[in-house]
T-cell receptor, first 111, second 112 residues
Framework: KAGVTQTPRYLIKTRGQQVTLSCSPI?????VSWYQQTPGQGLQFLFE???????NKGNFPGRFSGRQFSNSRSEMNVSTLELGDSALYLC??????????FGSGTRLTVV | AQRVTQPEKLLSVFKGAPVELKCNYS??????LFWYVQYSRQRLQLLLR??SRESIKGFTADLNKGETSFHLKKPFAQEEDSAMYYC??????????????FGSGTQLTVLP
């Protein structure tokens, strides 16, 4: 079966712009989580969605937001981009917390 | 709040030698622990979860609640085991919501 799909794979944006990243979970998985991976901070939890509701949110500013659609696909949005937002953004889907399957990520570069 | 500590950023062993990657956690509830592996240029993959008590690619990990540890072990390392390994803890936050907290990772290099 298809894995977790993230689009786009790479993105270059300018400071101050906004960006939307997309994640399609494994079919049947209703939980989608987002993580930011950087060399300095490692893997940090952004938020988790389940059945179109945000269940959990990490310690990130309000510029980071997300949503989940009825088909479980999820998007995350970052507004007013800063240089420090440059990172690999990972999406993971889960079935009843039995482990999380990760996508390949979207590499965001802010210039 | 939950916390996962991997004390070794880098670990090198020779092929055929035993390897142990350390992971300690702090969490007041009942933990669900995982090991993830990231090979060069590949996505993060689930290696082990403690509830299944399985052995994947020769790796095992035992949850020691007394020492709050979940060390990853393999008796004979192979060159293809070279990768970044992350220990992670799934903790309940509220209701049925859970959050996966990662350690900082250990880069394992298996030398020929």
């Amino acid at each position: 079966k298809a894995g977790v799909t993230q689009t786009p794979r790479y993105l270059i944006k300018t400071r101050g712009q906004q960006v939307t990243l997309s994640c399609s979970p494994i079919s049947g998985h209703r939980s989608v989580s987002w993580y930011q991976q950087t060399p300095g901070q490692g893997l940090q939890f952004l938020f988790e969605y389940f059945s179109e509701t945000q269940r959990n949110k990490g310690n990130f500013p309000g510029r980071f937001s997300g949503r989940q659609f009825s088909n479980s696909r999820s998007e995350m949005n970052v507004s007013t981009l800063e240089l420090g937002d440059s990172a690999l953004y990972l999406c993971a889907s889960s079935l009843a917390n039995y482990g999380y399957t990760f996508g390949s990520g979207t590499r965001l570069t802010v210039v | 709040a939950q916390r996962v500590t991997q004390p070794e950023k880098l670990l090198s062993v020779f092929k055929g030698a035993p390897v142990e990657l350390k992971c300690n956690y702090s969490y007041s509830g009942s933990p669900e622990l995982f090991w993830y592996v990231q090979y060069s240029r590949q996505r993060l993959q689930l290696l082990l979860r403690h509830i299944s008590r399985e052995s994947i690619k020769g790796f095992t990990a035992d949850l020691n609640k007394g020492e709050t540890s979940f060390h990853l072990k393999k008796p004979f390392a192979q060159e293809e085991d070279s990768a970044m390994y992350y220990c992670a803890l799934s903790a309940a936050t509220s209701g049925s919501a859970r959050q996966l907290t990662f350690g900082s990772g250990t880069q394992l290099t298996v030398l020929p």
